[in-house]
């Protein structure tokens, strides 16, 4: 369509006898109406939901109100006064007795800036329909699903307090299946992943102040680095990686250094690895343009991270990776480790002396039998402490974690041992909570193929309302599934199907009302 596309759409004394007019063009219908001396065109279509703005009515200064919802529309400003979604106008032109409207497309960069607009502007109030909507206006002027996630953590970034949180690791996931069913012809699938990427910014950020980060800009150094993040220095180390973004590095030649900080201990329930993988999985959906909002959370959650080895419960950990010693092979099974407290599972690990990737593969088939074995009646107690909550994200975070420390390891070879560690430390977290009596054959996956299918079909409509749920589910799945294609012949995988099966048959539960009244009396209570 040209720049201008003038087109008769009724006759000026039509219009004054009876006051609008419902013009039809190409499946669109434009109303048109008159108040005074101006004349105004707009989509007849409410951009809320479809109902015709005909049957509504108009104001003396203009306002056009849909009568089913009571949006309100300034026909003078084009500004949506009441409601959400932006109304469009039609220039108009009056030529004798012609009223002309222009029809032409408006200008492709300034219809994306608009819906990304009209799509951060959803935020505050989580409006999610409106999300679907304002994608799909931004995808129709020549957009990219995994742009629009970009901008949107460029908009963003600053609400993220204590940084890179799931939102980010699921992006990277949702974007990898949007590519998947655009190639595949199937827009539906693609919008909900890129719809569900872009709430969960929503979600997380929604009503929060911004905390920004620092604008100093100094000298990369790989030593003062680490050092600011170990003494916790946010201002210091974001001027760092500040200044390696201005110095051209990317994210390809940060991720080592990115990798030995998330793996300098046993890190935040084994979350900072995870970003640390995912961020460059991330940026090579978006691009790099947005390398330095996505480095920028990245290190602000490796500055607040939890140090879970210098708690009573893991404090092994740094006696075993110092006394590491592979020098002469032990013979170790799964058996071996499974249903061991984390200390003893520490010791045999940092004394097995097995090649790195068959100790990967022993220690991931014990985080498998964990999530198989997940004693679910105890995420229904009431009578419970607070250190013994325990759900089935509990249980999928190692498997998570192990798949993201296999890549960051297989780049840096050296973080082996602590990365193999750390998956100790989640085999002996949760033997406390294992059902060692559970009936497996109950569980076990018949159709792979049609089990996997059908568990990505669950995630195009799954229905869950909080995004921690339903990213650990799309999460855990991806990272099964690259873990059974790159091993297809490991002996885990039936076990893993099983397991996940069990997770999306028995739901987690996120309220618990009688507990939290019962742990607070008791905690309160010893103040």
């Given amino acids: 369509m040209p720049e201008s596309y003038w087109t008769e759409a009724g006759k000026l004394a039509d219009l004054e006898q009876a006051g609008k007019i419902i013009f039809r063009k190409d499946g669109r219908q434009i109303l048109i109406l008159k108040k005074g001396d101006?004349?105004?065109?707009?989509?007849?279509?409410?951009?809320?939901?479809?109902?015709?703005?005909?049957?509504?009515?108009?104001?003396?200064?203009?306002?056009?109100?849909?009568?089913?919802?009571?949006?309100?529309?300034?026909?003078?400003?084009?500004?949506t006064v009441v409601g959400?979604?932006?109304?469009?106008?039609?220039?108009?032109?009056?030529?004798?007795n012609a009223i002309l409207v222009d029809l032409a497309k408006p200008d492709r960069q300034a219809a994306q800036t608009r819906a990304l607009d009209n799509l951060y502007a959803c935020f505050h109030r989580y409006e999610y329909d409106r999300m679907g909507r304002e994608l799909v206006r931004y995808k129709a002027a020549g957009g990219d699903y995994a742009k629009a996630v970009g901008e949107i953590i460029r908009r963003c970034h600053l609400k993220f307090e204590y940084g890179m949180n799931h939102a980010f690791a699921a992006a990277a996931d949702w974007l990898e299946l949007t590519e998947k069913y655009e190639q595949e012809g199937r827009n539906d699938a693609a919008l909900v992943t890129a719809l569900e990427a872009v709430s969960h910014f929503a979600w997380d950020s929604q009503r929060y102040d911004e905390?920004?980060?620092?604008?100093?800009?100094?000298?990369?150094?790989v030593e003062a680095f680490m050092a600011a993040i170990e003494q916790e220095e946010e201002n210091e180390a974001i001027a760092m990686i500040n200044g390696a973004v201005e110095s051209g590095l990317s994210y390809d030649d940060l991720r080592p250094v990115l990798a030995r900080a998330a793996l300098a201990h046993?890190?935040?329930?084994?979350?900072?690895?995870?970003?640390?993988?995912?961020?460059?999985?991330?940026l090579e959906r978006i691009g790099g343009e947005f390398l330095k909002p996505v480095l920028q959370c990245l290190v602000r959650e490796l500055i607040y991270a939890t140090r879970e080895d210098i708690i009573p419960e893991f404090r092994a950990y740094g006696k075993n990776l110092e006394s590491w010693n592979h020098e002469v092979q032990h013979s170790l099974s799964p058996d071996d480790v499974w249903g061991k407290p984390v200390g003893r599972a520490l010791e045999l690990v940092s004394s097995s002396g097995m090649q790195v990737n068959d100790l990967y593969q022993l220690l991931f088939s014990v985080l498998v039998r964990n999530f198989l074995h997940f004693d679910t009646a105890l995420a229904s107690r009431t009578d419970n402490k607070i250190t013994d909550n325990v759900d089935w994200l509990d249980f999928t975070h190692g498997l998570t974690f192990a798949n993201a420390i296999r890549h960051l390891c297989t780049e840096s070879p050296d973080l082996w041992p602590r990365a193999l560690l750390q998956m100790a430390c989640f085999a002996g977290r949760n033997v406390s909570y294992l059902d060692k009596q559970l009936d497996v054959d109950a569980w076990t996956v018949p159709d792979k193929e049609e089990f996997l299918t059908q568990a990505h079909e669950f995630l195009l409509d799954h229905g869950l309302p909080e995004p921690i749920i339903y990213c650990h589910i799309l999460k855990t799945l991806m990272a099964l599934e690259e873990e059974m294609q790159d091993f297809p012949d490991a002996d885990w995988a039936e076990g893993g199907l099983a397991a996940f099966n069990r997770f999306l048959t028995i739901p987690v539960r996120r309220r618990h009302s009688l507990r939290t009244a019962r742990q607070s009396l008791e905690f309160t209570a010893r103040e």
């Fill in 266 to 282: 046993y890190n935040d329930f084994g979350h900072s690895a995870i970003y640390t993988h995912k961020a460059g999985q991330l």
């Fill in 211 to 221: 905390f920004p980060f620092t604008e100093d800009v100094k000298p990369f150094d």
């Fill in 84 to 96: 959400g979604d932006q109304l469009r106008s039609y220039p108009v032109r009056i030529e004798g």
């Fill in 38 to 79: 101006r004349v105004y065109a707009v989509n007849n279509r409410c951009p809320h939901q479809g109902y015709p703005l005909s049957e509504g009515h108009m104001s003396d200064d203009c306002r056009l109100t849909c009568n089913w919802h009571n949006w309100k529309f300034d026909l003078e400003s084009g500004e």
